[in-house]
């Protein structure tokens, strides 16, 4: 059951004390499963919580950290799912910031990448 599921991953990462290593897994753990959970409810308010959990696991991957990347483009993916529901273009301006940010940090360089264009249908 996926609200047991978040419970537990909750109380794993209370069991990770500030700094700890792990705990940007805890968070995308448990982020995770809130997402899934806004997938099957589709309750807008858990999609928030994807946001805040994703900036929170980027909060604690500092320069250097083996999951910045992954966390750079978690959160980029999550905003993107924001700036579907509310068509609000700072949500997607800065996914793509983001998105740019996670290609530096895995060996793309943002000269030789073109643009992603939206296009309306």
Known sequence: DLDEAIDLHRAALVLCFPGHFNQS??????????????LQRGVLSDL?????????????????????STS?????????DIFLQWGVLSDLDEAIE????????????????????IMDS
């Open 48 to 68: 928030d919580e994807v946001v805040e959990l994703h900036r929170a696991a980027l909060a604690v991957c500092p320069p250097g950290h083996p999951d910045r």
């Open 25 to 38: 897994l805890s968070l995308n753990d448990l982020t995770t499963s809130v997402h899934n959970r806004f």
């Open 72 to 80: 750079l483009n978690n959160l980029a993916n999550s905003l993107q």
């Open 98 to 117: 983001l998105h740019w940010c996670s290609m530096a940090y895995t060996g793309c360089h943002r000269q030789s990448q073109p643009r992603p264009m």
